[in-house]
């Protein structure tokens, strides 16, 4: 199929979803994974009205972006402390954060560019050896730590639920993000679902969708 093909029936899965599962006063974001995906062809993706890609990783990124049409860009791949300073100003929202090393390098650099920048924890919801993301039991340290500091705004959480349970860890993850909503006001963003399981995702809460393969085909 088509990009154009894709992204209609995507579009209308998600508002399907949304529809079934949640109110009509709620958004939900489809973001498009751009990994692998040369600029042309994001240009095309754009151009049909997807304003939110999200970039894996820095090297690809800054090789791409001067080719892109305007959109909003949100870094979503493990994030190295000594890269943070060559996308701190090109990116407006950061889901990778999972420790304390890499909050404070992106707060010292926020605070070098004289802005505030926009974080998500990422969890390793399943406990996973193969996954990053803070472990659950450290998640309420790590929030703790990135409130306090000036130059960041935690809005949310970020997860990649292991296979073949998605469901489950999605609620798990929706329950987490509720409860920490009560104690920080700065909590708006949730999230969870790719490709294979985005619909399942909006049931549960997400409301930033991250999806690849399914627009613009299996990676090469």
């Not at 990783?57 to 493990?78: N, T």
């Not at 100003?89 to 954060?97: G, K």
């Not at 997860?159 to 708006?188: C, Q, R, S, W």
Request: hydrophobic share 40%; glycine share 6%.
């Amino acid at each position: 199929m088509s990009l154009s093909e894709n992204y209609k029936r995507i579009s209308y899965e998600i508002a399907e979803a949304k529809a079934r599962y949640r109110s009509n006063d709620e958004k939900v974001r489809l973001m498009a994974v751009t990994k692998t995906v040369p600029p042309e062809i994001v240009n095309e993706a754009i151009a049909l009205g997807i304003d939110l890609l999200g970039e894996n990783r820095v090297q690809e990124f800054l090789s791409k972006k001067d080719s892109y049409s305007p959109a909003e860009i949100h870094f979503i791949g493990s994030l190295q402390s000594n890269k943070v300073r060559k996308i701190i100003e090109l990116t407006s929202m950061i889901h990778s954060v999972d420790s304390v090393s890499l909050a404070d390098e992106i707060n010292r650099q926020s605070t070098l560019a004289k802005i505030k920048t926009d974080v998500l924890i990422e969890i390793n919801i399943g406990d996973e050896d193969s996954k990053s993301g803070v472990l659950l039991k450290d998640f309420d340290s790590l929030a703790e730590h990135l409130i306090s500091l000036q130059n960041i705004n935690l809005r949310g959480i970020m997860v990649i639920p292991p296979p073949g349970n998605e469901e489950y860890f999605f609620a798990k993850t929706k329950d987490l993000f509720d409860k920490t909503k009560e104690k920080y006001n700065t909590f708006d963003t949730l999230s969870m679902g790719m490709s294979g399981d985005f619909k399942e995702a909006i049931k549960h809460g997400s409301n930033i969708v991250r999806v690849g393969s399914a627009l613009f085909g299996a990676r090469i």
